[in-house]
């Protein structure tokens, strides 16, 4: 399984919300960080007061549910998906909303839009499953105006590094590590990824971690992404292989290390 593999990812990972629902699931009830992280990110967005924003990978559109009531009225907002499943979710999400959205299904290789048209664009937690992140970043700075800003956040490299080792206790087989696969865009080499393409960049951290006190959500979690594979027959065991540390030690403690980059394009 690679997380550039876009075929995996459009047939399997990101068909539809189930395996991201798992991985919120567990944030949102366990996380220490109480101001949460969608309020947060809403937070270091800017956007002028009639500016235009394409959202790349909105997944079930949870940043906008979360903050509906911030976010201005005069705001323009197109929320796009590379996955037609994630896209009808978000879609669904926010039918009932007080506000307009667009919904187009867009891949960030070839974005379906004119030059220089939007004051903001975002990609959260998604680059790392790019293959071509030059030509994406290319398209992403096309599409932005002349001053125009690009919001996209990553985890660190030590995110959720606990869970290795959970795994290979529970397996007795050394996986690999969970952020090998997103090693492409991470905290520590976003910044010299994006300066090819960008200026003024600058990294924001949440600073965040679980204390996880039911293992139910934690299975769900493991089995929702890299570890379904070495796991999924063992599910009522790891289930009993985390209550007992949840017994024995209180909880399941996780490293979080997650935030946001943000880029401008250079004004003329």
């Not at 994630?86 to 506000?99: G, I, S």
């Not at 379906?112 to 959260?124: K, L, Q, R, T």
């Not at 293959?131 to 490299?157: Q, Y």
């Not at 600058?202 to 959500?217: I, N």
């Amino acid at each position: 399984m690679k997380w550039s593999d876009q075929n995996y990812l459009l047939k399997d990972q990101y068909k539809d919300a189930t395996n991201l629902n798992a991985r919120v699931n567990l944030h949102l009830r366990f996380s220490m960080n109480k101001v949460g992280w969608f309020p947060w990110l809403f937070d270091h967005l800017w956007l002028a007061s009639n500016g235009r924003m394409l959202e790349l990978a909105c997944g079930t559109g949870a940043i906008w549910l979360d903050n509906m009531k911030r976010i201005p009225p005069t705001w323009e907002i197109i929320l796009s998906d590379f996955s037609p499943g994630m896209l009808a979710q978000a879609r669904e999400n926010l039918e009932n909303a007080p506000r307009h959205f667009e919904f187009e299904r867009i891949d960030i290789h070839s974005i379906p839009y004119h030059d220089g048209i939007f004051d903001a664009v975002m990609a959260n937690h998604m680059l790392y499953h790019v293959p071509d992140k030059p030509t994406a970043l290319t398209e992403v700075k096309r599409v932005l105006k002349a001053g125009g800003r690009f919001f996209t956040s990553t985890v660190g490299e030590n995110h959720m590094q606990e869970l290795e080792q959970l795994v290979e206790q529970f397996t007795g087989r050394k996986p690999a590590h969970p952020n090998d696969e997103v090693a492409s865009f991470v905290l520590e080499n976003g910044y010299e990824i994006l300066t090819a393409f960008f200026d003024e960049i600058h990294l924001y951290r949440y600073e965040d971690s679980l204390v996880v006190t039911e293992a139910g959500p934690l299975v769900d979690y493991l089995l929702s992404g890299r570890y379904k594979t070495l796991l999924e027959e063992s599910r009522n065991d790891l289930i009993e292989f985390i209550n007992q540390i949840i017994k024995t030690q209180g909880a399941v403690r996780i490293t979080k290390d997650s935030g946001l980059f943000t880029a401008t394009k250079r004004a003329l």
